[in-house]
Structures are given as C-alpha cells and as structure tokens.
DNA sequence: TCCATATTTCCATGCTACTGGAAATATACG
DNA sequence: CGTATATTTCCAGTAGCATGGAAATATGGA
C-alpha cells in the first residue's frame, strides 16, 4: 500500500463520527446498515452522516449498494485488513516476542475462529 | 479503549510524515532510533520532526529516553496493539471467513513465529 | 569556560476540515 | 400524479493544523 493512500485511510477513522461509524460497520458484517439507520442508532444529523459516509467511501473504507429506497453500508474488510498490514509491515526488528502478542489481538477481538 | 483515545492516536498516524516517522519506528524495534537520525533518513526539517514527535509521543504511539546528547524514539507497542485491536473489536458479526485472513495479516507483514 | 552538536520552542501565515441549516434529488407507494 | 421517506448536495461561518524560519535550551568535549 502507498502511504498517500494509507494517510487518507487514516484520515477517514481520525474523526469520532467517522470512527463510530465503521466500527459499526465492522461489527455489522457483511450484512451491513442503512444509512438511516446508522444516523438512528448514532444519533447524527442525515448531512452530517452523509457526509462521513462520503467520505469513509472515498477512502474505500466502505461500500454502498442501493435497496429500495435505502442505501446500504458495509465495511470494505479487504482494505481495512491492508491497513492493518501496513501499519504492521516489517515490524519489530526482529523481536517476535513484541510482535507475537501484536498478532494475538486480532484472534482476540475477532470472531476467528480459536485456532 | 476509548473512542476519543482512538480518535487521538489515528490522528497522529493521519499525516505523510507522522505516518512514516511511526512505521520507521515500528521497523526499528525495541532499540529505537534518536531523532537525529530518523531526521536523516526521511529527509524533514528538525523542528517539523520535533513537532511530528511530540504529537505522537502525546498520543502514546511512541516514547522518548535520553541518551548523551541524544533522544532515542521508540514505537510504543503495547498502544499499537491497543489499537489494532479497537478497530476490529466485535468484528465480521459472526462471520469467521472474513475475519480470519484479518488476523493473517499480521502473521504475514510481521515477523511474528510461523506458529 | 567556550564551542559544537542535538533537539526543542516560538511565531506568523495559509490552508483545510468540521458543523448545521435549508434545499434538492431519488425511490416507493396509493 | 402527488405525497412520504431516504439520502445527498449546497453553503457560509468557524476553528484547528501544517509549515518553515529563527532563536532558545541542553548536553558533551576541548
């Protein structure tokens, strides 16, 4: 990943809007939300929303597909798990013993299975 | 971890230079780098880096110690984790599949045992 | 003590992003 | 076709952040 690209991305979950908002993605799935009902559960203003959502999109953090009169929002898991990897690329110096509990976190938090 | 925490430390990482100043650290390790030197190798002006520094350092993402005349930056790791780990937090809702290659990548990009 | 090195602080300018109200667009339904 | 719902676009005022020059502070060595 470039670093231009990865700033953006950064740039979009650098906003406690926006922030709030993937997470809920994230934790929405592939299913995803409408966008009223992210602003419902949020408590945002509809522009304000839409705005955020524009904006996490554009960063390809998100996804929208139309249903009805809805228009669905889901994470984009790809790029948010490059993310990740760029933040973690080369890392450590070779000291496994800090990177080891690095990786933990993610079977941790996840729903991965326990393996 | 708290939203606005998070809010904090992505913000510090959503800058070119921060960013890069960060991942240099995070390749480097537990031994650091004095600032001196990460001056040198990505070419910035002292007091931009000095001001880059202090934003990470106030966000937690990086810690200082002084060395003759030196001050040594390292990468704080166990925030970094912290925060790799609020971004997924209850993530995929209950689809394993996609959140398994999530935790892969840090297996990959870091230098973490092949276990 | 004097000087060189290392890093930080101060400061002024310009730019970019956030916010919320109001209007506009798009879809669905009777 | 007219109305209700869902979402986006437009706009203007405000505030916070980045930049780079110059000076200040701190440590080490002669």
Known sequence: MELTL????LS??????????????V???VL???????ARRLEVLPNTLSA?????????LIRSR???RSIIYTA????????????VEDCCGGSPEICSPLAE??????CAPQA
Request: charged residues 15%; proline residues 0%; aromatic residues 6%.
């Open 6 to 9: 990865a700033v953006s991305r």
């Open 12 to 25: 979009a979950l650098a906003h406690e809007g926006r922030l709030s908002v993937f997470r809920l993605l």
């Open 27 to 29: 934790q929405a799935g």
């Open 32 to 38: 995803g939300l409408a966008a009223g009902e992210i």
């Open 52 to 60: 955020n959502l524009n904006v996490l999109a554009h960063a390809g």
């Open 66 to 68: 139309r249903q009805g």
């Open 76 to 87: 984009n898991f790809d790029h948010m798990r490059d993310l990740l990897g760029f933040l």
């Open 105 to 110: 976190v993610l079977r941790a938090a996840c």
